[in-house]
């Protein structure tokens, strides 16, 4: 059974940075292609950032506008999501999701098999 586990969530103020970092595991020797979404309060999920199963390509919301990172582990589907200059309008839960069938459309919430629960990122002004 496949899990995905965020972690590094937290409170910080408007123009601070925050790394987030998730893994999935459970297929051992399969590589995923994983992404980033997040849910704000009365909104929709939206998709923030996604990377290939071998790093070759990466993927940003245009809100994300030069701010957030996203890299990976070469050897495991861990996954990390530098996110800098931090905006009030950040705020929101940050799922992170893997995709080990495709190819996947990486923008897509339903391209991913596996979901985190989720980790709550709160930028105050």
């Known amino acids: 059974q496949v899990q995905v586990a965020e972690s590094g969530g937290g409170v910080v103020q408007a123009g601070g940075s925050l790394k987030l970092s998730c893994t999935a595991s459970?297929?051992?020797?399969?590589?995923?292609?994983m992404g980033w979404f997040r849910q704000a309060p009365g909104m929709e999920r939206e998709f923030v950032a996604a990377?290939?199963?071998?790093?070759?390509?990466?993927y940003y919301a245009d809100f994300v506008q030069g701010r957030f990172s996203i890299s990976r582990d070469s050897a495991q589907n861990t996954v990390y999501l530098q996110m800098n200059s931090l905006k009030p309008g950040d705020t929101a839960v940050y799922y992170c999701?893997?995709?080990?069938?495709?190819?996947?459309?990486?923008?897509?919430?339903?391209?991913?098999?596996?979901w985190g629960q989720g980790t709550q990122v709160t930028v105050s002004s």
């Open positions: 990377i290939t199963w071998n790093a070759d390509s990466t």
């Open positions: 459970g297929r051992p020797g399969s590589r995923a292609a």
């Open positions: 999701a893997a995709a080990f069938f495709g190819p996947p459309l990486l923008r897509v919430a339903n391209s991913y098999d596996y």
